[in-house]
């Protein structure tokens, strides 16, 4: 219901079709209809078996973005979704570009 109704959308306003989804590995998103359902609504899927479990080379905003975002975003107790949307927003507009640039120089292409 989020993917379709709130991050989908979302995701084709900015980049239209040119966008690749890349799966983790939460349980809820290992779900037989999550899984069916990236394969039919997105352009280019990678699914887990595609890609190393945990692996930070392929992917620097899970291991370095993330991981300063979920930090700054957990200093507050967040009790509802609009919360949540909006400690995310502010973060991420808060977050130093230089943040983002050491991430990807860390990415081992």
Same mark, same amino acid.
């Given at each position: 219901?989020l993917?379709?109704? =709130? ?56 291991? =370095? ?11 507050? =107790? ?5 919360k ?8 991420w ?17």
């Open positions: 219901m993917l379709m109704q =709130k991050l989908l959308p979302v995701i084709r306003q900015i980049s239209g079709n040119e966008f690749v989804f890349h799966q983790d590995s939460v349980p809820a998103h290992r779900v037989r209809e999550t899984i069916e359902l990236l394969h039919r609504e997105t352009p280019d899927f990678i699914s887990l078996e595609q890609c190393p479990l945990n692996s930070p080379d392929l992917n620097p905003v899970d291991y =370095k973005i993330w991981a300063t975002v979920q930090q700054r975003i957990y200093q507050t =107790k967040i009790r509802n979704v609009d949540m949307r909006q400690c995310l927003l502010n973060v507009s808060s977050t130093e570009q230089d943040v983002i640039d050491a991430s990807i120089d860390q990415w081992h292409v």
